[in-house]
Structures are given as C-alpha cells and as structure tokens.
C-alpha cells in the first residue's frame, strides 16, 4: 500500500506542474518579430503584450505537441499489447489455461487509480495547452480590419466598413488582423480557410466572429464550406486575397467612392 | 424450416438472428452506398453521376444505416437477444412478446430507411438532419424523423426488456459480481439508451412540425434558435457512441477471456471504473460536437476538460482488455484475430480523438476527413470488426455448425489492410484540410491520388467482409458438426447444446460458489 501512495503522490505532482508549466508560459519573452516562421513554445504562450500574436502557428506547434504525445502512448501501447500475444501464445506441450494471478484488493485499486492519475494528467496537461491557444483565437488585436460576412446557398458575401462588397473574394491588406462577424440568410455554413487553421459556423439569427493574420501579399488562400449545406455544398468556394498594404489602400478607396457613388 | 413461426417468434434466440440478418442486410446496404461514394470521388469532378443530389442521398443512407440499421441494433439487438439470457443461465427474456415487438419495429424502422431508394424525393440531410437545411429541403424530412422515431422505439422496449431480465432472471448463485463483462456492458447501453433516445425523438419531432406543420422552433426569424437543434442531437448521439462502444468492448472482453483462457484483469475497475465512468461522463460530453458553432466560450472550455476525461474509463477498459492478455493461454482463431485486430484499431481510433477533444485544435481539423477517419476507426470499423468477431465467435453456438478457419483468417486480414488503407488516408488528407461530405473537390484537387488509393483500399474492404459474409452463410448451411463448446469456455452460454432449444435447458442451470465465466485456473 506504502508504495501506492507514493506512486499517487508522484503522479498528483506531475499533474500539477504540468498544468502550471502549460498555463504559465507568460513572462517571458522572445524577440521574434510577428509571423517570423520559427515558433517557440513559449511565443504561442505569450498573451496580453501589444504586437499580434498569430493563432496559425500556435495552431502547428500545438498540433506537433499533441501529435508526438498520442504517438508516445500509442506505441507504448501497441508494443505492449504486440509483446503479451507473443509472450502467453498457446505453445505445444505448454500450459492449457491461462494462470494470470489474482489480484488483491489494494493492487487492483492500485490498478485503477494510478492510470487514472497519469491520464488525467496528461488530459489537464494538454487541456491547459488547448486552452491558452483557445485565447488566442477568441481574442482579437484591437488594430484591426473589421469586415461583415454573410452567407448563403452558395456564396460568401463580405461587406466592408466603407459599404464596399465583394462576393467570394475577401481581399485583405498583409499584416493587419481580419476579424470576420458572420451570419447567414438560409442554412449553416461553415467558413473554413485551411491555411489559417481556422472555421467557425455562420447562421442565420446567431452572429459569430473569427480572426486570422494574413502575412504574405500576393498570395491567394482557399476558403471552402465546412458545414452542410444543401446540394451543392461542394462548389461554395472562395478565396482570400493577400495585397499589400498601398495597394490595398489604393483598392479599398477606389471601391469606397464607387460604393458611395451607387447608393 | 417455417417462416411463419420465425415471423411469430418469441423465442429470445430467434429474435436475435431476426436482428441480426436485418442489421446484416443493413450492412450491405450501408457498404454499397460506400463504394458508390467512393467511386464517384476516384475522379476530380463528377464521375457516376452528375447529380450532387445522388451522392448526397448516399452519404444519408450511408451514415443512418450504419448507425442506426446496423450497429446500435446488431449490437444491442442480436448480441443483447441471443447471448443475455445464456449468459444469466435465463429460459428466456422477461417479456418474450415485447421483445417480439421490437423486432418488428425494427424491421419496419429499416423498410422505411429502405424507401429512401424508392421515393421520389428522399432525404438528404445527413444523419444528423441539421436545421434550418432539413426544414428547407425538398427532400422528404419526415422519412427521417420516422426512421429514427420508429428505431428509437424498438431501442426502448428492447432495454426495458434486458434491465428486468438483467435484475430478476439470473440463475441461483449467479450474482451480480460473476456477471460476464458483456452483459455488465450491454446493461450500460441501454441505461444510456432509456436516458437519452426521448432527447433524439424530440429533436426529429421537432423538425418534421418545423417543417410540416408551420412550428417555428428552429428558425430565428420567429424566435426560435438554430442550436437547440444541435444541442438536443448531440445530447443523445455522443451517448450513442458510447451505446454502441460499450457492447462492443463487451464481446471483445468474451472473445479474449476465451482465446486466452484468462480471467479478466481487475473485473471491478472494468465494470465500475470504466463501463460506470462512461455513463457518468457520456451526458457531460455533447458539446465537442459544437465546437465551432459558436456556443458561449466557457461550455465549450468546460466540455474539452470533460471530454479529455473520458480517455480515464476507456483507458481502464483497455488495460483490462490488454491485461487480461497477460500469463494466458492464447490461440488465434478466426474470432480472436478480429478482437486483437480491434485493440490496435480501437488504439489508433482512441488517440486520435485526443487532438479533436482540445478546442483550438478543432478550429481547423473540425468538418474535415480527419474526423471522419477518427470515427471510422474509433467506432465504425473497430465496432464492425467486433461485430464480426463476435458473430464468428458464437457462430457454432447459433447454428452447432463451424465455419471455414482458412477463409475467416483471410477475410480478416483482407480486411484489415483495406480498413488501414482507407482511414489512414483519410485523416491524413483531412489535416491538410480535406473537408467532408464533398461530392466534388475540385479547389482541392491535390487531393485526387489520395482519394483514388481510398476507392481501392474500399474495394479491398468490401472484399474482406464479402468474404467473411459467404464464410456465414455457406457454414451455415453446410459446415462440419461443431460440438457445443468448441472454444472451451467457461461462460454458461456454452454449457447448453449447440444450437439451444427453445426453453435454452432442459432444467434450469444453477452456479457454484467458485464458478465466474472466467475461472479457468482452478487451482
């Protein structure tokens, strides 16, 4: 029993630390600049300082973590599981039955409660990690380009803060956070850019938001429909396109006095 | 052979083969909507057909027969029939006519899934009928709704039934702590299922009166709200996953005691710890299927935590299964190597759903074949591999004949490529951002070698479980004289002849103080 208890001990601890490792990343500065591809751990922890910090990367590196921790306990379970059908085959001349020993009452306690105590603490381990990356998603830089999206069978049509509108092509300037408050005149959809690791569900009568960071000018990124929505559910696609700055400015005024003009 | 006295059954056992030849034939009809789905994504554009429509019909058909037809009654309506009251050393169920009733249900319940194919506008809304699209369609909604309703209703009856028998028929020193795993498991489900299918019912109720008779639950315009739907759905289906995870771990647990003539590793951690973990948490869980709906940020917080969680009673039932591998005896027939098969499915399956669990991450890999790779594996082919494991396993018992050993190696392993060749893929595409239910991908055409190695890892699919269902049918009818308990065990099912008469003994079976259905070490 003696020895049970220090196992809990140990594992309670480890728990802990992990959650604390996990959620206190902060403090503690790199001095990358934004959108630099080379992501620390500890960048995606930041939160509260001034400059953007991008979900998308966090979003890899997370990922990379999360993959390399099923990977660990996959294999550690399947060789396991490979060495016990190896080991106990019914070998000729060998025993009949099975002779697995009884277990007494505090091994099989013992049995329940420490690998309960490891999964839950890799669970809270990884929880804390999702969670602070989860902050990072939901909350949104405060220089930002606020553009209103709504969706139907089969487009997405944004409207920009001068009235301007575009249907299935989000041209945004590089460098400056998007936010997208969305909604949809029929059925759901799902607004999915795979590049920025990042969808939400529009709907009608419900208003959502989602924010990402677009980096590169000239570059173009697919955005498709996620969530069901009717028969040709597959064709609604779209693409967001990069510019730079100047000449997004210079796009974005030119379409500001035509939307003015027509209405 | 009398079809009259198979349609007016009572008897426990031939309403189980009822459910099973009916969950079967909901199989294949399942499988082929799969190949034609997968033919028709072999190419970029259309392929079998031009009509987006067609494919989305298939992809209902698929999903709600498989679930619906197939799993949720092959496991709690064969299984649960035809091994519980062997199991418990019972003549028969509690309520022999009620039961006769729910497998007509059942049977009604899969003819009108079947009318899908033969009306003129059926239902494509997926098996989840997500509103305001299922309120909006010109597909018939209503169908839906009854299918489920009907299916529900037969699911009802069916645990009312086994939770009496369960609690009242267990033969003289039969207690509740000598109780197989499986019936422990099944006793689960269907917990789950009186729970939680009067939430489903209400949800496909509501949007058939949204739809048909002028209601306004769902539709903002009116005050009604887009998410009840999807709070009440869900509410009840991710318990089904469990509904239908819990008998299948339970026939893993016989066929693995059997083969590795072993006592069951920590029998109390299993039931208490995992099958009772799993009804406490399954309730608690239904939002990770929200994640990107934009519910309030704190549910959706609170149920990543209680969804990790879970990996805490799976994770006991998994060591109790690999434990109960230790110091055994182990043999590899035909029905083992499907429940070996399944552990390193069910591992991969499991872990897979860890990265889905955590919100953030669900913000790109939600709605996209990541997913349904993760489900394939953790619940569509690990339970369809128990299916067929369990079936083979108790197939001398059902019909006192054997099967062909070569052949069921060979099907199983035939199937067991083609199942890694097909999921693997899928999820691998699915995080490079693949989303589902797509009849054309065409802005994602780097996909299409992807998708055309899937079509032949289908095919190979289909090949394995023909080859397993032919095994069936051609040992049935002419397989050698299998004896009454072929795999030597120690469960009470085995203990009566091959196949059982009606009644199951001749006098009823009573249990000595030493006996459990894993006591093969006597010493």
């Known amino acids: ?263 | 052979m009398n079809l009259k006295e198979w349609i007016f059954t009572t008897d426990h056992k031939r309403v189980g083969v009822l459910y099973l030849i009916g969950s079967m034939a909901a199989f294949i009809v399942a499988g082929v909507m799969a190949l034609l789905m997968r033919i028709e994504l072999s190419t970029l554009g259309p392929t079998i057909t031009s009509n987006p429509s067609s494919y989305n019909v298939w992809l209902y058909a698929h999903g709600a027969m498989m679930i619906l037809g197939f799993q949720i009654p092959a496991l709690t309506g064969f299984f649960a029939n035809y091994c519980i009251p062997l199991m418990i050393g019972a003549k028969d169920v509690a309520f022999p006519r009620v039961n006769a009733l729910s497998v007509w249900l059942f049977y009604v319940g899969i003819i009108l899934a079947l009318l899908t194919f033969f009306i003129p506008d059926p239902p494509d809304v997926m098996w989840t009928g997500y509103p305001p699209y299922s309120t909006i369609t010109a597909g018939n909604t209503a169908l839906y709704s009854f299918t489920v309703l009907i299916l529900g209703f037969a699911s009802i009856i069916g645990g009312v039934n086994f939770l009496t028998t369960i609690a009242y028929m267990r033969a003289p020193g039969l207690t509740w702590n000598k109780l197989n795993i499986f019936v422990w498991c099944t006793l689960g489900a269907f917990v789950l299922q009186l729970i939680f299918v009067p939430v489903l019912g209400t949800a496909v109720t509501l949007i058939s009166m949204d739809k048909y008779l002028g209601t306004h639950f769902f539709d903002p315009a009116r005050g009604g709200d887009v998410l009840t739907y999807q709070n009440l759905f869900w509410f009840y289906s991710h318990p089904a996953v469990y509904v239908i995870f819990l008998p299948f771990f339970g026939v893993l647990f016989e066929i693995v005691a059997t083969f590795a003539k072993n006592r069951v590793f920590n029998y109390n951690a299993v039931v208490f710890g995992g099958i009772g973990g799993i009804i406490l948490l399954s309730g608690v869980v239904w939002v990770h299927h929200l994640y990107v709906t934009g519910m309030v940020d704190w549910i959706r917080i609170g149920q990543m935590i209680t969804t990790l969680m879970i990996s805490v009673p799976v994770g006991l039932m998994l060591i109790g299964l690999v434990g109960t591998l230790y110091k055994g005896s182990i043999t590899f027939e035909t029905p083992m190597l499907y429940a070996l098969g399944v552990l390193f499915l069910f591992l991969i399956g499991g872990l897979t759903g860890i990265p889905l669990a955590l919100t953030s991450l669900t913000l790109h890999l939600s709605e996209t074949y990541y997913v349904v790779g993760h489900f394939h594996y953790v619940m569509a082919v690990a339970g369809t591999f128990s299916i067929f494991a369990g079936v083979y396993y108790w197939f001398p018992k059902m019909t006192g004949r054997m099967y062909n050993e070569f052949w069921g190696k060979l099907g199983f392993w035939i199937t067991f490529v083609g199942t890694n060749i097909v999921f693997w893929t899928m999820m691998d595409i699915g995080v490079k951002g693949m989303p589902r239910r797509y009849y054309d991908y065409s802005h994602f055409s780097q996909f299409e070698g992807a998708h055309q190695l899937m079509t032949i890892g289908a095919v190979i699919l289909g090949i394995g479980f023909a080859i397993a269902l032919l095994n069936w049918i051609i040992g049935a009818m002419k397989g050698a004289p299998a004896g009454d308990n072929p795999w030597k065990s120690m469960s009470l099912e085995w203990t009566t002849v091959s196949p059982p008469p009606h009644g199951n003994w001749p006098s009823p079976p009573s249990v000595s103080e030493e006996w459990t259905p894993y006591a093969y070490d006597r010493r």
């Open chain 1, 1 to 263: 029993m003696n020895s049970i208890f220090k196992h809990w001990a140990a594992t309670a601890l480890i728990t802990v630390s992990s959650v604390a490792m996990a959620a206190g990343g902060d403090g503690q500065s790199s001095g990358q600049a934004p959108g630099s591809g080379n992501v620390s751990k500890l960048q995606y922890l930041q939160k509260g300082e001034a400059r953007i910090t991008d979900p998308a990367p966090g979003w890899d590196y997370l990922w990379k973590e999360v993959l390399i921790d099923i990977t660990v306990i996959g294999i550690l379970f399947a060789l396991m599981t490979a060495y016990f059908i190896w080991r106990y085959r019914r070998v000729p001349g060998g025993p009949e039955v099975g002779s697995a020993p009884k277990l007494s009452p505090a091994a099989a306690i013992g049995w329940a409660v420490i690998p309960a105590f490891v999964f839950l603490a890799d669970d809270f381990f990884l929880a804390a990690n999702g969670w602070v990356l989860w902050n990072k998603y939901r909350d949104v830089p405060a220089d930002r380009l606020e553009v209103h999206l709504e969706s139907g069978m089969y487009s997405w049509d944004y409207t920009y803060p001068n009235g301007m509108q575009t249907q299935n092509e989000l041209i945004v300037p590089a460098g400056k956070a998007i936010l997208l408050r969305m909604t949809s005149r029929d059925t759901l959809h799902s607004h999915f850019i795979p590049d920025f690791r990042v969808k939400e569900d529009s709907m009608p009568g419900r208003t959502t938001y989602l924010w990402f960071l677009p980096k590169e000018a000239g570059k173009e990124h697919v955005v498709t429909c996620a969530e069901y929505c009717g028969v040709m559910h597959s064709y609604m696609a779209g693409r967001v396109i990069v510019k730079t700055p100047e000449e997004f400015k210079q796009w974005y005024e030119a379409g500001g006095a035509a939307a003015k003009k027509s209405s």
